[in-house]
């Protein structure tokens, strides 16, 4: 198995759970964000950038199965830099489905995102509902993921794309650009500083655990119909960032809304249940309430 972006957040939960489950794993990363510390001992790292397609052909030999984390996350460093941020998320996918094709891998699972849907009429988010992507990170993943798709009715490549929703739990940033609300508001409420809150606080996040994002990566590898899909992945329940603030606790710092960010997510999990036999298992306020305890541990 190779997972690309796998010191990162995500990406080393999944290799730690592909090593526990008795695969080999080689993982991708140019460490820029992710840490060699957080790679399973019993996984093969090989440092390299998914942007240049000639300096990682080789890790793909032999390979089972691409798990594709690799990218830069988050709106806010696509608003700053929408050419940068293309590089690493669109053409570092476009390669490293090449590089997979070539290699004769069977199945390449995508690391999709909710942005995609950008700002719609209603909810739940359901697949079937036409993208309206609201930054440069959105229509990049969107890209991205119709690259995947097209793999497979091209080239008769099992792909599927996970469109993650919020995504939190050990390991996750709390700081720089691509921090989230929850670990922006950990590390604020650690070091006593109120926690930011963007906007008027009632846009809604669907908080995604990532016990739960590795179980449906794990599904996917087996899934029985790779057809190219996009398939959420959420808790299909939705919280306010004021609420979030209050489980938290302490005071709040009022700024103004941020550009590109989606006011509502909430997963619809139909299709996902049925295509790959997988639905949450962590209860989301008690998901959360754990990952505070451990993130403000003095």
Known sequence: MLVTGGAGFIGSHLVAALVGRGFEVRVLDNLSSGRRDYVDAGAELVEADVEDLS??????????????????????PSVEA???????????????????????????????????????????LSEEMRPNPLSPY??????????????????????????????????????????????????????????????????????AHVRDVVRANLAAMTAPVADGRALNVGSARSFSVNQVAAMVGGPTLRMPSRPGDVRHTLADLTRTRTSLGWQPEVDPEKGIAEFLREALKP
């Not at 050419?83 to 053409?91: D, E």
């Not at 199945?107 to 719609?120: D, I, K, L, P, T």
Request: with cysteine.
């Open 55 to 76: 300096g990682f052909e080789s890790a793909f030999a032999g390979v089972d199965c691409v798990f594709h984390l690799a990218a830069a996350a988050r709106v806010l």
């Open 82 to 124: 929408p050419l940068r941020t293309h590089m690493a998320n669109v053409v570092g996918t476009l390669n490293t489905l090449v590089a997979a094709r070539e290699a004769g891998v069977p199945r390449f699972v995508y690391a999709g995102s909710s942005s995609v849907y950008g700002a719609q009429a209603r909810l739940p």
């Open 138 to 207: 959105a229509v990049q993943k969107l890209a991205a993921e119709h690259y995947t798709r097209l793999f497979h009715q091209l080239y008769q490549m099992e792909t599927l794309t996970l469109r993650y929703f919020n995504v939190y739990g050990p390991r996750m940033a709390e700081e720089g650009r691509y921090a989230t609300v929850l670990g922006c508001f950990a590390r604020a409420k650690r070091q006593g500083q109120p926690l930011v809150v963007h906007g008027d606080g009632e846009q809604t996040r669907d908080f």
